[in-house]
């Protein structure tokens, strides 16, 4: 197969994080935009982005791009692809779609004239007059901006951050791949100690520890596109291989992961077990206040709460004193935080963060903010 147009989706703010996964995979970017990386690459491109990329949304095939400001440039753009070149005669064929700031408004009715193009295309492809759709799932998507119609295939299925590992919940738990960012953007690695002390369901603990380990992050979960004929099996099954053989069981992983609640800490125990990574990881039931530094130089990654999750403001407030007393007594640690607390940064330390990036939680706008300890001497 030629050389395919890919699009990873990513939440707005995690651009440059996905870009640079991709990158790591080896493939070409075409483009970086707002909430997606379009890239090139094959068959089995699809395969290796669904099983390795940690924080973006979604893998989509870029179909076609045109502009459409009426339902019948819209239709006879649309049947114009080569809709038969994935699409079986048995397929099941979903159509969503969105608009904005486009002519064609109605997202039904697009949604319905692009469904007639491509059932009109197989006709003539199949020479049929129906259709089962009872094989494999093939959502296709419509996205009007502007009045320029992108048309993709997904091929993942439920969102990336569905990692298979989360067995028990806590409330308000931050999505894999948003955690999953958070860890590299600290540039935390393994040989150094990260802490999160408001662990919840272990999430950014899991998250690292799966990074470190070289574990990857699509590897305990199907994907719908793993159904396509198109795609041939021994793809798939070679590069689940290849991800099982990656994986290094002797790495130097120390993580600890700790919560006021005790509820929390068994489910995020119980979370890390089913990931896998458990060894690495050490839990305690304990507050933020009793936390100390086990070595002299460390990491902390975490998602504290918020107003608009749980806890009151003096609650939340005592929680950045404790930080700050922890900060200030042990300079050479690093801390990144994320809140939607605007007023976080003029109520905790004596300086501005080093660094912030605007991130969302779900829907939630957040900052993450990035204050640098002192580094260790080079050896």
């Not at 068959?43 to 095939?61: C, H, P, Y």
């Not at 697009?110 to 197989?122: D, G, L, R, S, Y």
């Not at 999430?203 to 992050?217: F, K, Q, V, Y």
């Not at 690495?280 to 002299?296: G, Q």
């Amino acid at each position: 197969m030629a050389k395919i147009e890919l699009i990873a989706t990513a939440t707005f703010g995690l651009e440059a994080v996905v870009k640079r996964e991709i990158e790591k995979l080896g493939y070409r970017i075409l483009r970086s935009e707002d909430a997606k990386i379009t890239y090139l690459g094959d068959e089995r491109a699809i395969v290796r982005s669904n099983l390795w990329l940690r924080s973006a949304d979604r893998v989509l095939i870029k179909l076609g791009e045109f502009q459409a400001k009426s339902f019948e440039e819209l239709f006879q753009q649309t049947k114009a692809l080569d809709w038969e070149q994935w699409i079986p005669e048995d397929g099941k064929i979903v159509v969503t779609g969105t608009s904005v700031k486009s002519t064609l408004h109605s997202v039904p009715d697009c949604q319905a004239i692009v469904k007639k193009a491509i059932v009109e295309k197989m006709k003539e492809t199949y020479a049929c007059d129906w259709f089962p759709e009872t094989g494999a799932l093939y959502t296709v998507k419509v996205t009007l901006l502007k009045d320029r119609a992108t048309i993709t295939l997904d091929t993942t299925g439920p969102g990336l951050h569905k990692r298979g590992y989360r067995i028990c919940d806590v409330a308000a738990p931050i999505k894999e791949t948003l955690a999953a960012a958070m860890v590299q953007l600290s540039f935390w690695k393994e040989g150094r100690i990260l802490a999160d002390p408001f662990c919840g369901s272990g999430t950014i603990a899991i998250e690292a520890a799966m990074l470190a380990a070289d574990i990857a992050p699509g590897l305990s979960r199907k994907f719908v596109s793993e159904e396509w004929s198109v795609i041939p099996k021994e793809i798939w099954k070679e590069e689940r291989t290849a991800a099982y053989s990656a994986v290094k069981y002797d790495a130097d992983i120390r993580i600890l992961a700790s919560d006021i609640s005790s509820e929390a800490v068994e489910a995020a125990r119980a979370n890390a077990e089913e990931a896998g990574v458990d060894q690495y990881i050490e839990f305690a039931a304990a507050p933020v206040s009793a936390f100390t530094a086990p070595e002299e130089y460390g990491v902390i990654v975490a998602n504290p709460p918020y107003g608009e999750r749980i806890g009151e403001k003096d609650a939340i407030h005592r929680i950045y004193k404790d930080l700050r007393r922890f900060m200030t007594a042990n300079p050479t640690w690093s801390l990144y935080l994320i809140t939607s607390d605007k007023e976080f940064e003029g109520s905790f330390l004596d300086r501005p963060a080093d660094r912030r990036r605007k991130l969302y939680n779900g829907r939630i706008e957040t900052c993450y903010y990035q204050y640098y300890g002192t580094r260790p001497p080079k050896e």
